[in-house]
């Protein structure tokens, strides 16, 4: 008797497992999939219904309506290999206009046989939604230099040499939504013009 309970048990269990197969199966023929859905790939940065990303070849800035993209504004073509970081939306009120400062750094690399430059970009550029218009754009990099330099005409003796070079202005953003660029020698500030659209140097 008790063989044939676990007899039976068995056969139940067997069939059960058959049954969820055959079950999953028929699903995955139909195309119908068993797991999870995988969730979209995040965006950079976001901030309201803007969302920055690199996608169908562009860095862009993605206008979103209900989740789903209904515009966009082209920052630049980019690859696959395109990873910048430091990437930064923020909301900018200037002349009681709403604006949105989109920021992100870059490195490259020079690379020879006698010289290496390593350059850190920073990038920061204002936009007007509405309009999709960009009312500022700065560009500040600092280069790391190391290079092999020769003491001698037959380069029998070398030394290597290091340098940092600074190129454009270090961009500043006031809590009155006004921008400075920060110079060696000066500083520029810039206001932003309802009228032109636009920032424009403050006299």
Known sequence: MKKIVILTFMALLSLNTYSQKKTRGEAERSGAKTTAKPTAAAGLAKVD??????????????????????????????????????????????SGTKLYLLSWTEV???????????????????YEIASKKQVFSNTQSNTHIVEKVFLDKN???????????????????????????KGKKQDIKWIYDTVKMEYVVKK
Do not use: W
């Open 155 to 181: 380069k029998t003796a070398s030394e290597t040499r290091e340098k940092m070079r600074k190129d454009g202005f270090e961009f500043i953003l006031n809590a009155d939504g006004s921008v400075t660029q």
């Open 49 to 94: 219904n803007l969302v920055a990303e690199v996608k169908k070849g562009n860095f862009q800035l993605t206008i979103t309506e209900n989740g789903k993209e209904k515009d966009a504004i082209i920052i630049k073509p980019a690859d696959a290999n395109f990873k910048p970081t430091n990437c930064k939306l923020t909301v900018v009120t200037a």
């Open 108 to 126: 490259t690399q020079q690379k020879t046989d006698l010289k290496t430059e390593d350059t850190t970009t920073n990038y920061s550029v204002i």
